[in-house]
């Protein structure tokens, strides 16, 4: 499990170092995360950012893209007459990483998968001076481990937004064990700049909103295979949460992320926490096949993510009650070991921290999770 270093004090954060002045930001990376990086950076700071990717097609895709978007925000009076036109210049796309000499700071948002994100690393620092920030926006990856092999790894910061990027204000701020003071208080100056609200995290997997939210998924999933089996309907075990109001049902939310991206961070999580995060067959099969969305327009079972249910067992197919409350009380205990652990582990200073988490970064009610999951202790 990598390395998780508390919180620092308020005495350690009042001895800061004041954040340094951020004039020019690189993005890696051309998709939508990317893309919405790219376009915060440009409109709050209204600072030159330049994206980067391997491919210029891809370059030229985004930036279409973000010029549409901008044009649309102002044709709906978001943004001011000619606004959309000012922020899209400022933004700029390249194949050649050398092109982020001057940047203040260079922000990945590639795949999920560590070894690129290093080679990205790599590539920047040798384009950049040893003072520039190197953030990453990994969802559930060791920033720690990113770091290895840099010339100065002290300047890595994780830096995790929650999408969309211009709506939820959550913004994980991931210190590693060797980060210096110098690059966390420039990039909590950052994330203010942006208007974001930064908790910071320990460098632990999933840090704490997709963490969590995992390990809901792992119960839910299981409910879900275990009633398909017994002849059960599987909507009852998405449904079973309803009392929490929270914004989407957990087969929704796996349909909003994606049924790939989710089985990668199911994959990371399980292989940190084996015992909690067991992996979902169906979810891996599903992926695996190419079916992004579980659940049709209307709420019903994809037919293609239907068929790879288990096949009802000694019962005739929807025979079997789902006992809702069961499922609720699964998940509830779950969530409330799984954030008791987090504690005792520091990866964030108070169970406070983890509410203001889940508010601001997955539209939890007001309150956040520690309401949800009462009566169970979890201070």
């Not at 994100?117 to 990994?138: G, S, Y």
């Not at 059960?232 to 957990?250: E, F, H, I, Q, S």
């Not at 979810?283 to 249910?309: F, I």
């Amino acid at each position: 499990m990598p390395h998780t270093a508390a919180a620092p004090s308020p005495a350690s954060r009042a001895s800061a170092p004041s954040p340094r002045p951020l004039r020019a930001i690189g993005v890696v990376g051309a998709g939508l995360m990317a893309s919405q990086l790219a376009t915060l950076f440009a409109q709050q700071l209204r600072v030159p950012v330049t994206m980067s990717d391997l491919s210029a097609e891809r370059v030229d895709a985004a930036l279409g893209a973000i010029r549409a978007r901008l044009e649309r925000a102002e044709a709906k009076g978001r943004l001011a007459p000619g606004e959309a036109a000012e922020v899209a210049s400022l933004i700029t796309g390249t194949t050649d990483p050398a092109d982020f000499a001057g940047c203040d700071a260079v922000i990945e948002a590639v795949f999920e998968e560590l070894s690129v994100k290093r080679a990205v690393f790599a590539a920047a620092e040798a384009a950049v001076d040893p003072h520039t920030l190197l953030l990453t926006n990994t969802s559930s990856l060791s920033v720690a481990a990113m770091a290895e092999g840099l010339a100065h790894p002290e300047r890595v910061v994780g830096f995790h937004f929650f999408n969309p990027v211009a709506v939820l204000p959550l913004l994980e701020l991931v210190r590693t064990p060797f980060a210096s003071e110098d690059a966390m208080s420039t990039a909590a100056g950052l994330a203010a700049a942006l208007g974001k609200t930064a908790v910071p995290v320990a460098d632990a997997p999933g840090f704490v909103v997709n963490r969590l939210l995992t390990r809901l998924f792992s119960e839910t999933l299981a409910e879900i295979e275990a009633a398909a089996a017994a002849g059960g309907d599987p909507l009852a075990v998405d449904r079973a949460l309803a009392p929490w109001n929270l914004p989407m049902t957990p087969l929704t939310l796996v349909d909003y992320i994606g049924t790939g991206v989710q089985q990668h961070i199911c994959a990371t999580m399980h292989a940190a926490y084996p015992e909690r995060f067991p992996l979902s067959p169906w979810l891996a099969a599903a992926a695996g096949s190419g079916v992004r969305r579980l659940l049709t327009d209307d709420g019903a079972l994809s037919p293609e993510a239907a068929a790879l249910l288990p096949r009802p067992v000694g019962t005739v197919h929807g025979a079997a009650a789902v006992d809702q409350t069961q499922v609720l009380e699964r998940v509830r205990a779950a969530l409330a070991e799984e954030v008791r652990i987090m504690l005792a582990e520091g990866v964030v200073a108070s169970a406070e921290d983890i509410d203001r988490c889940m508010v601001l970064g997955a539209n939890y009610p007001a309150g956040g999770l520690s309401p949800l999951l009462a009566p169970l202790a979890v201070r």
